[in-house]
């Protein structure tokens, strides 16, 4: 039976991992390797990397990290942050990323997705979307790696989510901005209502804080993935023992 | 052809799919430099060769056709293995693109269904089903996990040694003649995928 994913989420600024709450204020808290064979180690099915300085800065991630990552590592990993070309995703998945993953780039250039998808097939293409409700109502926000440019485009995430699929997403992160990093669990309401018109692999982020967040996510929402940062960073959840807490509680899970 | 091989000498055949350096650094992790190439001699006295490949059906077989490869391959004696559309393109045809393929494996690759599956494509850890004692899959706990992201799937024929159920069974790896292939990323998929590159390399 193909299993629920849990996916560590490791921010990348200058080389190195970092954690923010709410997009801002951070921390330098280790090596990209060295956090990324640790989750390995533990058992995390999937990583992603997220270049969090790339896209405000106007460059892609960069691909010689890539590199160093794709030979260490055995599990399979997305890289985000400043692609916005087919070249730009070339250079980062021949230097051994599984799956590139857009965001700003695919609002600004919609037809990027369907160019990626063309050039490397749906299933390394991820769009990731930053949502938060603004006036009763889901909305995509941009730049959100740069506190300065964050702002909400006139997109309902509804709509964008079945725009994306059309035009050749194989999968979606949907990080749910305003319940990141304050870990008091996954927007459950946002995540069914994507979930309802996504036919996709759809990625939940923002809000894990205990294990019960990821049984909810898995069990109401419905996704395929569970993404987290702090609560691993931190080491509040081992990703062993919530492997086994969701096992115990009949939810598909890799050991 | 294959007139002199070395006793373990891999190469890996470029034909531009985007998961070439990872299947490499796989191989380097187990101490084995598996060389880069599209020369046609250089193939041939490989001891072990690697079909890699993501991407779409049509555009690597058109690579294959232009490098000459599409006749080469079926020419091996020395064990092959393809690795997810790598292993597609072994079969006679792809609903992709309605592609003509390699030939090797009698079958023909189709998609994966919405209606069967729930959600496409197939991306995440998935348990091999073994359907006898193949070489390729020696030491593997039942049920073992590993690791897919694919749209299109390989019927379950003859040649296949171990299934995968994802909205039906399809062949997760096959062995035909010295022509192997694996549906999943062996190079991502950690321990698993690791005991079969070793036992892949192990065959004569």
């Not at chain 1, 990348?12 to 390995?40: N, P, S, T």
């Not at chain 1, 800065?57 to 590199?67: F, I, L, S």
């Not at chain 1, 909400?152 to 059309?166: C, K, N």
């Not at chain 1, 018109?197 to 982020?205: F, N, R, T, Y």
Request: hydrophobic share 45%; net charge neutral; glycine share 10%.
């Amino acid at each position: 039976m193909l299993t629920r994913r849990i996916i560590p989420c490791l921010d990348v600024r200058d080389g190195k991992v970092v954690k923010g709450v709410r997009f801002r204020d951070h921390v330098v808290i280790g090596e990209i390797l060295d956090l990324a064979l640790r989750y390995r180690d533990q058992g995390a099915d999937e990583l992603v990397f997220y270049d969090i300085s790339a896209s405000p800065q106007g460059r892609p991630a960069d691909a010689q990290w890539v590199e160093r990552v794709a030979r260490q590592i055995d599990i399979p990993f997305c890289v985000a942050g400043g692609i916005r070309s087919v070249a730009d995703a070339r250079r980062i998945l021949f230097a051994g990323a599984d799956k590139i993953s857009i965001n700003t780039p695919a609002i600004s250039n919609p037809q990027l997705i369907n160019d990626l998808a063309e050039a490397f097939g749906v299933q390394c293409v991820v769009v990731g979307i930053d949502s938060q409700r603004v006036a009763g109502s889901w909305q995509v926000h941009q730049f959100t790696g740069d506190p300065d440019r964050c702002h909400s485009v006139p997109l309902s995430t509804l709509d964008w989510v079945q725009e994306v699929v059309q035009r050749g997403a194989g999968e979606i992160v949907l990080n749910c901005m305003s319940f990141d990093g304050v870990r008091n669990g996954y927007d459950i309401e946002q995540l069914r209502a994507v979930r309802a018109l996504c036919p996709v692999p759809l990625i939940a982020s923002g809000g894990a804080g205990t294990v019960q967040h990821f049984l909810d996510v898995f069990t109401q929402a419905d996704v395929d993935g569970a993404l987290a940062a702090s609560v691993f960073h931190q080491g509040s959840i081992p990703i062993a023992e919530l492997k086994v807490f969701l096992q115990q509680h009949g939810v598909p899970i890799r050991p | 052809m294959n007139a002199r091989r070395s006793p373990l000498d891999v190469v890996l055949i470029d034909g531009g799919g985007s998961n070439i350096a990872s299947v490499q650094a796989a191989f380097a992790r187990r101490g084995v430099n598996a060389e880069l190439s599209r020369d046609h001699e250089r193939i041939g006295r490989a001891s072990h060769v690697v079909l890699p490949g993501v991407g779409a059906a049509a555009p690597a077989m058109q690579r294959l056709r232009a490098l000459g490869l599409d006749r080469l391959i079926p020419t091996l004696t020395q064990p092959l293995l393809g690795v997810c559309l790598g292993m597609q393109l072994l079969f006679t045809s792809s609903e992709e693109s309605n592609t003509a393929c390699l030939g090797l494996i009698p079958g023909r690759v189709q998609r994966l269904l919405e209606a069967d599956c729930g959600r496409v494509p197939h991306i995440g850890w998935n348990q091999l089903q073994a359907l006898t004692d193949a070489p390729l899959l020696a030491g593997l706990e039942a049920a073992a996990y590993a690791y897919f992201v694919h749209s299109y799937v390989a019927p379950v024929g003859p040649a296949t040694v171990a299934t995968c159920d994802y909205g039906g069974a399809f062949s997760a790896v096959v062995s035909w003649r010295n022509f192997h292939g694996v549906q999943f990323h062996p190079e991502r998929s950690a321990a698993v995928g690791a005991r079969i590159l070793a036992n892949f390399l192990e065959l004569a």
